[in-house]
């Protein structure tokens, strides 16, 4: 039984600490009273040999280095087969550019997604000598890595920040947010790191599931405004909060999945510090608040 998810980052952009944010989880962190945490991204592996990556964070070179399972096996060989990004966002690509080191891997996202970053030349710094890039499509189940299948599904979400509008669309149904749902070596998984909404289809896909990584990113929906910190709730940034009649924690409650996982937290979310009353809800609900390094086995 092969199977292993390996969260090398837990936290949304920005992480935690944030570079420019004195908020209290902030402040915690950088004293050391709270768990730091890099920025979203998740290791798979069907054979626990060859790994993909899921979404490549800003903070990959550091997630790499604390992974021991993704280090080098030679002078430049390593185990990572492939990298699949989930949408456009910062947090989820800019770490591709520190994957540009001549190293072969396959490139996998929607076509949404890769005309996004071919409209970006900067991603060129990927050589296509050695990095393919592959699309795929909607519900066409393919080969990850060996021993490992995946098939992505549309989750309601919005374009990239920095593709934005004069109006947006927070709730967009289509390749430009993706979930994954993995299979290989004896497991399966969901990954859905930004949803804007629980709707029918996604409860209906992750009924029972053994184990689902989730949005995390809000507990309350206004908790950056009411904290402060800028004037956007996480319905605008097309993220589905935590608490509340509409939130996660609500919407799981009758779908019988087995192991439920909170990745890309906001750095002001109070699940972060583990004292929180907030913590203890959610882990009353059945929720494992997910942290860098953590490892689940199916
Ligand atoms: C998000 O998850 O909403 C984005 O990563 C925000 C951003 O691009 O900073
Ligand atoms: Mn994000
Ligand atoms: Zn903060």
């Known amino acids: ?10 936290a949304a952009g920005g992480g935690l600490p944030q570079w420019n944010c004195g908020c209290e989880n902030c402040r915690l962190a950088r004293a050391g009273a709270i768990p730091a945490q890099s920025q979203s991204s998740l290791a798979v592996t069907g054979n626990g040999n060859d790994w993909a ?6 903070d990959i070179r550091h997630q790499l280095t604390e992974c021991a399972a993704l280090h080098p096996t030679g002078l430049r060989e390593v185990p990572l087969t492939s990298v699949l990004v989930t949408n456009g966002d910062i947090d989820h690509v800019a770490g591709l550019l520190t994957l540009r080191e001549m190293q072969s891997f ?3 996202a929607t076509a949404g997604i890769h005309d996004v970053l071919a409209q970006n030349p900067i991603f060129a710094a990927l050589n296509d000598k050695v990095v393919t890039r592959r699309t795929v499509g909607l519900g066409a ?20 920040l920095y593709l934005e509008g004069e109006t947006v669309e927070t709730d967009l149904v289509g390749e430009q947010t993706v979930g994954v749902h993995l299979t290989g070596g004896g497991g399966s998984a969901f990954y859905i790191p930004g949803c804007a909404m629980l709707n029918d ?3 209906a896909r ?12 809000l507990w309350h929906d206004d908790e950056m405004v009411r904290a402060g910190l800028g004037d956007k709730t996480g319905k605008r940034m097309g993220h589905i909060s935590m608490s509340g009649p509409d939130g996660s924690i609500a919407g799981f409650a009758g779908l019988k999945v087995g ?26 609900a059945g929720w494992i608040i997910g942290q860098d390094g953590m490892e689940i086995a199916s």
Request: aromatic residues 10%; proline residues 12%; positive net charge.
């Open 206 to 217: 992750l009924h029972a599931a053994p184990l689902v990584f989730f949005d995390g990113t």
């Open 106 to 108: 396959t490139l996998f």
């Open 53 to 58: 990556v899921l979404n490549a964070s800003p």
């Open 201 to 203: 289809d996604l409860r």
């Open 141 to 160: 189940p393919f080969r990850l890595a060996p021993g490992l299948w995946a098939e992505l599904f549309p989750v309601p979400g919005k374009v990239p």
């Open 1 to 10: 039984m092969g199977f292993r998810a390996h969260i090398l980052g837990a």
């Open 259 to 284: 192991k439920k996982v909170f990745v890309h937290m906001n750095n002001t979310n109070p699940v972060l510090n583990p004292s929180s009353p907030e913590r203890a809800e959610a882990e009353a």
